[in-house]
């Protein structure tokens, strides 16, 4: 599968933005998804995932309460709401597809675990 991730862009402290992920390829209901960030100078982080049907998703304490991950598989676009942003949201996003069923009690939180990878998209918060 091939991922294109978009959305980025400048926003003020507070503001909000989506961003997207178009799969290509493959049918996206294929995988699960998820979403990273990596800041400059710092690793690439885990942000959130969500299962293949949407049934499940998981956020990092970062952004719990804050992004909302969904999908459309009709549509083969991820997406990440992000609200409330903050100057330390500033990253490049990355959208990630394992093929791999996980169990419930199964946490795929490390770029280890993700296959597929898009080229980034980069969201700046002015603070």
């Known amino acids: 599968v091939q991922l294109q991730a978009s959305g980025g862009g400048l926003v003020q402290a507070g503001g909000s933005l989506r961003l997207s992920c178009a799969a290509s390829?493959?049918?996206?209901?294929?995988?699960?998804m998820a979403w990273f960030r990596q800041a400059p100078g710092k690793d690439r982080e885990f942000v959130s995932f969500?299962?293949?049907?949407?049934?499940?998703?998981y956020y990092a304490a970062s952004a719990e309460g804050r992004f909302t991950v969904s999908r459309d598989n009709d549509k083969n676009t991820l997406y990440l709401q992000m609200n409330s942003l903050k100057h330390e949201d500033t990253a490049v996003y990355y959208c990630?597809?394992?093929?791999?069923?996980?169990?419930?009690?199964?946490?795929?939180?490390?770029?280890?675990?993700?296959?597929?990878w898009g080229q980034g998209t980069q969201v700046t918060v002015s603070s």
């Open positions: 990630a597809a394992d093929r791999t069923w996980y169990n419930d009690d199964v946490y795929p939180t490390q770029r280890t675990n993700y296959d597929f």
């Open positions: 390829g493959r049918t996206m209901s294929k995988y699960f």
């Open positions: 969500i299962s293949h049907s949407g049934r499940r998703t």
